[in-house]
């Protein structure tokens, strides 16, 4: 089992920066690929970001790329997500997820095996 938990979330105005953590703990997090994924009022979860197991590789959903960087200290079991340039659109409560194994770029919800609990983004215009 891994938990996880996210921190980082807040209210920011538009043009603003934030910086999300998701600390794991249980496992060691260098075995599993990891994601951010967020869910605003009324849809559904969508991808953000994705990391391999050694942070080697890492694509993103095309709206934040440029702005936003995930990247990893297994050292520390932690994943990270920058965001900067934060957008109203941006709003929604963000979820990191961890996958067993693998060294792959993961874009589905169903291909990750644990979640955190969320934290809020509020990005105010």
């Known amino acids: 089992q891994v938990q996880l938990v996210e921190s980082g979330g807040g209210l920011v105005q538009a043009g603003g920066s934030l910086r999300l953590s998701c600390a794991a703990s249980?496992?060691?997090?260098?075995?599993?690929?990891m994601g951010w994924f967020r869910q605003a009022p009324g849809k559904q979860r969508e991808f953000v970001a994705t990391?391999?197991?050694?942070?080697?590789?890492?694509n993103y959903l095309d709206s934040v790329k440029g702005r936003f960087t995930i990247s990893r200290d297994n050292a520390k079991n932690t994943v990270f997500l920058q965001m900067n340039t934060l957008k109203p659109e941006d709003t929604a409560i963000y979820y990191c997820?961890?996958?067993?194994?693998?060294?792959?770029?993961?874009?589905?919800?169903?291909?990750?095996?644990?979640w955190g609990q969320g934290t809020q983004v509020t990005v105010s215009s």
């Open positions: 997820a961890a996958a067993w194994g693998g060294y792959f770029l993961r874009y589905n919800v169903n291909e990750y095996d644990y």
């Open positions: 249980g496992r060691t997090l260098s075995n599993y690929d």
């Open positions: 990391i391999t197991r050694s942070g080697g590789s890492t």
